[in-house]
């Protein structure tokens, strides 16, 4: 990924604000004493950070839903989520980063 698009996480330039989702423990977690998250999207998020040279502050949420409202009101930048055309129909969406099956 070249670094114009790296950057566009990043539209203020000077920070990347990362929504957490904490509803999906497959995907990030929070341990419950020191209040520190990790995870698979932790490591993407902190990666991209790393990358664009800015440094990172996570947004913690209990749901997807709450990401999605924090990146919609501005209060974000980048979120994980999966793809869906009714919450997200006015999100950008980069190509998948994992496959999660269901039942």
Do not use: W
């Amino acid at each position: 990924m070249d670094l114009s698009t790296l950057s566009s996480f990043a539209p203020t330039g000077t920070l990347l604000r990362v929504g957490v989702n904490l509803g999906h423990p497959i995907l990030a977690n929070e341990d419950a004493n020191s209040k520190t998250s990790y995870g698979v999207t932790i490591d993407i998020a902190h990666e991209i950070g790393k990358r664009i040279a800015l440094p990172g502050n996570l947004m913690p949420c209990k749901t997807a839903g709450a990401t999605v409202d924090a990146v919609k009101a501005g209060h974000v930048d980048l979120i994980f989520v999966a793809i869906d055309p009714v919450r997200g129909a006015d999100i950008s969406y980069t190509p998948p980063y994992i496959q999660i099956e269901g039942a």
